[in-house]
């Protein structure tokens, strides 16, 4: 296990509707992504925060938006629900934003839009 | 456009064999390529990484050969165990904020 926990484990939603994903990264790490992942692909990258800042961002909408708190704790938030946006959302932390920094995932949270 | 090309999508292997799962990618700025395994109802995990100044690096039954000219790399899984039997990505990345860039996986299926 990563030590990187995600709240909740399972969603429903409709659509239209307005959601919000939790994540605890593991001690020590300063640095939280947030993938998406469509069933049967791979993750692709949302947004990175680093001391609190966005300061990387994947090809993913504005109502995609995200929060990092003083203790590295972590919100995505999707606004505007569509069905597209049904998938597993997972979150990993990293020590630093450095380049090539070892991400460790937490296990997801699966969305379902209805 | 996909920037990491993965393949096969699926791969049967008998118990001792040797997996080969390989990939591709496009963007010259990447600098580190790691490959990950997911089990069913779990998040991503870390088998290994390699940098472009090598050509292979081995972590006891896992290498990666990394080939920069051809801008391609791959995975090899050595006297493949049942335990193997996930689903592997390989990932790309060119710059600490720009996140990673996921091949779409390969279905890896160890018989007995």
């Known amino acids: 296990e990563t030590g990187v926990t995600q709240s909740p484990t399972h969603l429903i939603k409709t659509r239209g509707q307005q959601v919000t994903l939790r994540c605890s990264s593991q001690?020590?790490?300063?640095?939280v992504s947030w993938y998406q992942q469509a069933l049967g692909q791979g993750p692709q990258f949302i947004f990175q925060?680093?001391?609190?800042?966005?300061?990387g961002r994947g090809n993913f909408p504005p109502r995609f938006s995200g929060l990092q708190f003083p203790n590295y704790s972590s919100e995505l938030n999707v606004n505007a629900l569509e069905l597209d946006d049904s998938a597993l959302y997972l979150c990993?932390?990293?020590?630093?934003?450095?380049?090539?920094?070892?991400?460790?995932f937490g296990p997801g949270t699966r969305l379902l839009v209805l | 456009q996909q920037q990491v090309k993965q393949s096969p999508q699926s791969l049967i292997v008998q118990k001792g064999g040797i997996s080969i799962i390989n990939c591709a990618y496009e963007?010259?700025?990447?600098?580190?390529f790691p490959w990950y395994q997911q089990f069913p109802g779990k998040g991503p995990a870390l088998l290994i990484a390699?940098?472009?100044?090598?050509s292979e690096k081995k972590e006891g039954r896992f290498t990666i050969s990394f080939n920069k000219s051809a801008k391609q790399f791959s995975l090899h899984i050595m006297d493949s165990q049942p335990g193997d039997s996930a689903t592997y990505f390989c990932?790309?990345?060119?710059?600490?904020?720009?996140?990673?860039?996921f091949g779409k996986g390969t279905h890896l299926i160890i018989q007995p």
């Open positions: 925060y680093y001391r609190e800042e966005e300061n």
């Open positions: 990932a790309a990345s060119g710059g600490g904020a720009d996140g990673l860039t």
């Open positions: 990993a932390s990293s020590l630093t934003s450095g380049r090539g920094e070892t991400q460790y």
């Open positions: 001690s020590g790490h300063n640095t």
């Open positions: 390699i940098r472009p100044d090598v």
């Open positions: 963007n010259t700025a990447f600098d580190y």
